[in-house]
C-alpha cells in the first residue's frame, strides 16, 4: 500500500494567499484527521472525518480555515486568507477499526507563509 | 480536556535502555499510544495499551497503568537510528490527544 498520500510536500506562499492541501488516505479506511505540528503548540488535531462526514472541527482555529472530504479518497484543508501564523507542518492520517484505529500519518506539507 | 506530561528530552549511549514516562489526565479514556518522529519525518506509530500491563514489541516496549494514569516506553539496545521524538497520546472514543514529546539523543 502507498500509504497516506499529500500533496504540495512544500508550499511558501505570500500573505494573503489562498492556500490548499491536499491528502488521499489508506484506501480502506474510512477516518481521516488533519493535524498540525508547531514547535509552539506541538501536534494539534484540526478536524476529523468519519465516512467522509465532518465530526469534529472544534481544533479549526477560525473561519480561515475549512475542509473538505468529497469521496473517500480525497480530502482537502484549505486556509484563506494565509497568515504568517499558519507556518507549520499540516499532517494528514487515516484509520480503520479494521485495523484497531491506528492512525497512519503521511509525510506532511510545511507550510510557509510569508 | 486532556493533559499529558512526558521529559522534553533525554540522552543515552548506544546499547543503553531508556525509558520515557507519560502521565496523563484525561475523560473517556480508551488506552495509549506510542508514535515515533524523526526529523523532518511524519510520526509513525509504535504501540497501544488498552488494558494494564507491559507489551512488548521487539526492542521496544510499552506500559500501562490505568489506575495511577501512568505509562512509559522503554526502548532497549539503543541504536543510533532511535534518535528521534517519541509522543505519548492519549485514545479516548476517536480522538488522540498527543504529549509535547521527548527527544531522545543516541551517542556513540
Known amino acids: 500500500d502507498a500509504g497516506v498520500i499529500q500533496s504540495p510536500r512544500h508550499e511558501v506562499t505570500e500573505m494573503g494567499q489562498e492556500v490548499t492541501l491536499r491528502c488521499k488516505p489508506i484506501?480502506?479506511?474510512?477516518?481521516l484527521f488533519w493535524y498540525r505540528q508547531t514547535m509552539m503548540r506541538g501536534l494539534e488535531l484540526l478536524i476529523y472525518?468519519?465516512?467522509?462526514?465532518?465530526?469534529?472541527d472544534s481544533g479549526m482555529p477560525e473561519d480561515r480555515f475549512s475542509a473538505k472530504m468529497p469521496n473517500a479518497s480525497f480530502s482537502t484543508l484549505k486556509i484563506q486568507p494565509s497568515e504568517p501564523r499558519d507556518s507549520a507542518v499540516y499532517f494528514c492520517?487515516?484509520?480503520?477499526?479494521?485495523?484497531?484505529?491506528?492512525?497512519?500519518f503521511g509525510p506532511g506539507t510545511r507550510l510557509t507563509v510569508l | 480536556g486532556q493533559s499529558l506530561e512526558q521529559p522534553s528530552e533525554v540522552t543515552a549511549v548506544e546499547g543503553a535502555i531508556v525509558q520515557i514516562n507519560c502521565t496523563y489526565q484525561?475523560?473517556?479514556?480508551?488506552?495509549l499510544s506510542w508514535y515515533q518522529q524523526h526529523d523532518g519525518g511524519a510520526p509513525t506509530f509504535l504501540s497501544y495499551?488498552?488494558?494494564?500491563g507491559l507489551e512488548e514489541t521487539g526492542r521496544f516496549s510499552s506500559f500501562l497503568s490505568r489506575s495511577d494514569s501512568y505509562g512509559y516506553l522503554l526502548l532497549q539496545e539503543l541504536q543510533m537510528k532511535d534518535s528521534a521524538s517519541y509522543f505519548c497520546?492519549?485514545?479516548?472514543?476517536?480522538?488522540?490527544?498527543f504529549g509535547a514529546g521527548t527527544t531522545v539523543t543516541v551517542r556513540a
Open positions: 492520517a487515516s484509520s480503520s477499526p479494521r485495523e484497531g484505529d491506528t492512525q497512519y
Open positions: 484506501s480502506g479506511h474510512n477516518s
Open positions: 472525518f468519519n465516512n467522509n462526514v465532518p465530526i469534529d
Open positions: 484525561t475523560s473517556g479514556f480508551y488506552g
Open positions: 495499551n488498552a488494558l494494564d
Open positions: 497520546a492519549v485514545y479516548n472514543d476517536y480522538k488522540l490527544s
